[in-house]
């Protein structure tokens, strides 16, 4: 849009809304007037800034970017890739949280690297009863 327009468009709504100032002053009073006084003022605020322009510009960038999305197979690939990539990410905390799929507990426990535990031999029965709260600690704590 030129000038010109701009210039039309503002002056449009800056008519609409001394109108309506003037009919809020008469019906409600001085405070929805005011109101009302301060919201026609921003269309010129708009036009002497540049603002007007700038919503433009940005208007125009989101409408080519949601055509592009729209139309574009490539940009549709890249849209199926990313959902991909938040599932697997999904699935990963899942199984996580599970505790399958990889090294045991008592192995990252250990820290044995090769994520296996070895078979305990069954033990006979403590004959010290001071023996057999220390065993039930080590035991509580995964060490046996």
Do not use: C, N, Q
């Amino acid at each position: 849009m030129d000038d010109v327009a701009w210039a039309a468009l503002t002056l449009s709504l800056s008519a609409l809304g001394a109108f309506w100032t003037v009919h809020a002053y008469r019906r409600r009073g001085l405070g929805p007037a005011l109101r009302g006084a301060g919201l026609t003022l921003l269309p010129l605020a708009a036009l002497l800034t540049g603002t007007l322009r700038m919503f433009t510009r940005i208007g125009d960038a989101v409408l080519d970017w949601a055509t592009s999305l729209v139309f574009s197979p490539a940009v549709w690939l890249g849209v199926v890739v990313s959902g991909v990539a938040v599932v697997l990410l999904g699935a990963a905390k899942l199984v996580d949280a599970r505790g399958t799929g990889g090294r045991t507990e008592k192995a990252r426990a250990s820290g044995d690297p090769s994520g296996t535990t070895k078979r305990e031999l069954p033990r006979s029965e403590p004959v010290d009863d001071d023996l057999a709260e220390i065993e039930a600690i080590l035991r509580k704590r995964g060490i046996s």
